[in-house]
């Protein structure tokens, strides 16, 4: 099946340049595990607020597997994809696989604890697998998700773009219009606290549609998602603080975003 999506462009950011290096890394070293007798898996959990580029981050580590010929599984039933996996493995021992547990917190209500863990580390894991699981509330995973590594050995902050991500994006999806540096600056003043999405939005909006950017600049401000209390992107005893001064929107540098082909 094609996944259809935007054009996925990488832009400067560290935690995009961690994932994309940490999962080539992973998938060279193999040996590494076996020799050692290390069942050989990766987990990693990213979250941050809704639009900031999580799903992106996904769907490019996925598209890179496949060119490397391997699979990937959305799991949309912990049960499903445990049978599913069990009899992959009969026919494809070796192939490696990408588990998506997209929104986390939902499978779990939905299914129960047991059944997630039962596939990240318990009677239904298999091998030869990178387990990612995304989340906009990390603040309603208990600890024996989140604090326990061989189920997610990494727990990654994604968080909306920075500036420079903002005017990077602002001019790659802008190219073919007239717009000078100076009114590219001023799109990048304005949207600060963007999504990728509501940033997708004005570009379409305005010269696709033919919408006063002025006008357009209002209706997405109003539309702007933010995290509703302190309480959501920060719970201490489960390890999800964000730094005294340090707000989501300039935690990275780079991100990976869909754009318009």
Known sequence: MNLLTDTLIELDDAAGTRVLDGIRTFWASEKEYTSRGIIYKRGILFWGPAGSGKTALVTQLSQELVRRGGLVIWCGSPELTATGLSLLRRIEPLRPLI??????????????????????????????????????????????????????????????????????????????????????????????????????????????LKQEYGDVIKRLTGLQIRPHSKNEFERGNVGFGIQQGHGVPNVIERIVVTTPK
């Not at 588990?99 to 059944?115: A, N, Q, S, T």
């Open 99 to 208: 588990v998506i547990l997209e929104d986390i917190e939902e499978l779990i209500r939905d299914f129960g604890e047991h059944k997630i863990l039962a596939l990240l580390d318990g009677e239904l894991q298999v091998g030869n697998v990178v387990n990612i699981a995304t989340t906009n509330f990390p603040e309603l995973l208990g600890a024996r998700i989140v604090n326990r590594p061989s189920r997610f050995d990494e727990r990654i902050l994604i968080g909306m773009p920075s500036e420079k991500a903002r005017f990077q994006y602002l001019r790659w999806i802008t190219k073919r219009e007239t717009i000078g540096e100076n009114e590219l600056s001023r799109w990048v003043k304005d949207t600060e606290g963007f999504s990728v999405a509501h940033l997708r939005e004005l570009v379409v909006a305005v010269f696709c």
